[in-house]
């Protein structure tokens, strides 16, 4: 929830709904949306169920983007990251 607070801080309308993935941002006037997410999530649900998440996402929201953050960033992390640009 510290994006939200970030977006308010900036007058943007916050709002929560149980129908929006977690860890996503979608400004609904212009239409783009976010996915947020962490290297971590890859390494723990495994491949092909975070990617199904992300191709879900994409299905949904024509002008998405991922934000793909990692506390670390050693091999595994890059290795995670090309894979997900190799991808998409």
């Given at each position: 929830?510290?994006?939200?607070?970030?977006l308010q801080r900036q007058q943007?309308?916050?709002r929560y709904s149980e129908s929006v993935e977690i860890g996503s941002v979608i400004f609904s006037v212009?239409?783009?949306?976010?996915?947020l997410a962490e290297t971590q999530d890859l390494l723990m649900t495994g491949e092909?169920?975070?990617?199904?998440?992300?191709?879900?996402?994409?299905?949904?929201?024509?002008?998405?983007f991922l934000v793909l953050s990692a506390a670390l960033h050693g091999?595994?992390?890059?290795n995670?990251?090309?894979r997900v640009?190799?991808?998409y």
């Open positions: 929830h510290e994006i939200s607070t970030i943007h309308r916050v212009s239409g783009v949306a976010f996915i092909e169920q975070f990617f199904k998440r992300i191709q879900k996402f994409i299905n949904i929201h024509r002008n998405s091999p595994e992390e890059w995670v990251m090309f640009q190799r991808r």
